[in-house]
């Protein structure tokens, strides 16, 4: 057969099956902060091309759990977190935090030990939720030194980017002063138009980029 080899328009996409998202898959990903999801509430998320439902427990525990009922497909962030599982709004289903269906309240004959949805691994850690969706054991979540400290810590509200996420990865900070100049300039932001240079290092963790006026 043939060599195939990617093209770089081939590692934009991240849905599952693609080179890049299974890849990415490979890791835990940061999905949201752990203060927009609150006790006994569910809501629906997207990440890497796929839609899942997140909910937390009456008892404040965090779940990942397949986007859609395994009776109708229905959305399942629309229904009600009771405990630490959860209903669907459209015939009552009910599945636990394992993602074994635990009730069938419209079936004469329930067979609930039969029905199953996927579930995800989860990890709350500096004020964010992280999830691996990734085949196998994940592998171990890492943490950091300098947010283990004793301190406060911040987590952002969302930015959605209106790009890929390789046109992320490829940008630079060269361009701010010039491509914000307007916004900078409409908004006080002198520090925006200072022209900078990098300098990056290796780090255990990946890169370390260090920004030095230029």
């Not at 962030?77 to 074994?100: I, P």
């Not at 987590?155 to 100049?181: I, K, M, Q, S, Y």
Request: proline letters at 10%; aromatic letters at 12%.
């Amino acid at each position: 057969m043939p060599e195939t080899r990617l093209q770089f328009a081939d590692l934009e996409p991240v849905g599952p099956g693609t080179p890049a998202g299974r890849y990415l898959r490979c890791y835990w990903q940061p999905v949201m902060r752990s203060r927009d999801l609150r006790a006994g509430h569910a809501k629906p998320v997207e990440i890497l091309g796929e839609k899942f439902t997140a909910y937390r427990g009456e008892n404040g525990a965090p779940h990942f759990v397949a986007f859609g009922c395994a009776h109708r497909g229905a959305q399942l962030s629309l229904g009600w977190v009771e405990g630490d599982e959860l209903r669907c709004r459209y015939h009552g289903w009910k599945f636990g935090a394992t993602g074994q269906c635990v009730e069938q309240p419209t079936e004469d004959r329930p067979f609930c030990q039969r029905v199953k949805i996927p579930v995800y691994p989860i990890y709350e850690y500096a004020g964010m939720i992280f999830g691996y969706f990734g085949e196998g054991e994940p592998p171990a979540f890492r943490r950091y030194p300098a947010l283990d400290r004793p301190g406060v810590i911040v987590a952002e509200p969302p930015e959605v980017l209106p790009c890929t996420f390789w046109n992320r990865l490829d940008n630079d900070t060269g361009h701010v002063p010039w491509v914000h100049r307007g916004t900078a300039r409409r908004r006080g932001m002198k520090n925006y138009l200072v022209v900078r240079r990098e300098r990056v290092e290796e780090a255990p963790y990946g890169m370390k980029l260090v920004r030095l006026p230029g």
